[in-house]
């Protein structure tokens, strides 16, 4: 019987959980049982992430009424992700949070949107940003991967996240890092311990 706790696949912007289909079924070949992706609507950086980590709160209530979980977030998905560990969910529930490609810091690229408020959001010294830095996430391990060429989340740097377990892939991209092997290899590796 597989005793491996479900794992919840939060996207970045502009994507569905469709985006994260590599990582899932890395997961289920590997002999996870239960690996979920949320669809985050809108996916456009316009709602607020405090309003996008509510929506997983629910997805998570709905999918894992109960025991642990882990959670994996790529890019705004980590954020969000974090924004839920530090905000909504309750002590013991998270095992497991790997951010891959995460904006922990908040990227350069957020200062272009004049509108978008979850954009806003990953602005470095945002509101949301310095609260999330100041809160504790509630999970048991932490993991941030991160590459050097990431050219979204700029400056591309460790995550600064106390504790954290910082890996570094030498993915080419941004987007490359939710499908290089390495990275995927790692993940099943961590989640597993």
Known sequence: MNKRPPVFLVHG????????????????????????AIDLIPNDGRAALEEL???????????????????????????VSRTWL?????????????????????????RFSLRKQGVKDMRPQSRLIRNLTEGKIQADQVYCYRTPYDLMIMPSRPSGIPGAIER??????????????????????????
């Open 13 to 36: 912007i502009w994507d569905s959980g469709d985006s994260m289909a590599a990582v899932r079924q890395s997961l289920l070949s590997a002999g996870w049982d239960k690996v979920h």
């Open 53 to 79: 980590a509510s929506q997983l709160d629910a997805f998570v209530k709905d999918r894992a009424p109960d025991g642990p979980i882990d959670i994996v977030g790529f890019s705004m998905g980590g954020l």
């Open 86 to 110: 530090t905000l909504l969910c309750p002590p013991g529930r998270c095992r497991r949070f790997i951010a891959i490609s995460a904006p922990h810091r908040g990227t350069l690229w957020a």
């Open 168 to 193: 570094s892939f030498f993915a080419p991209s941004h987007r490359r890092m939710i499908s290089q092997t390495s990275v995927l290899r790692s993940l099943i590796e961590d989640l597993h311990t």
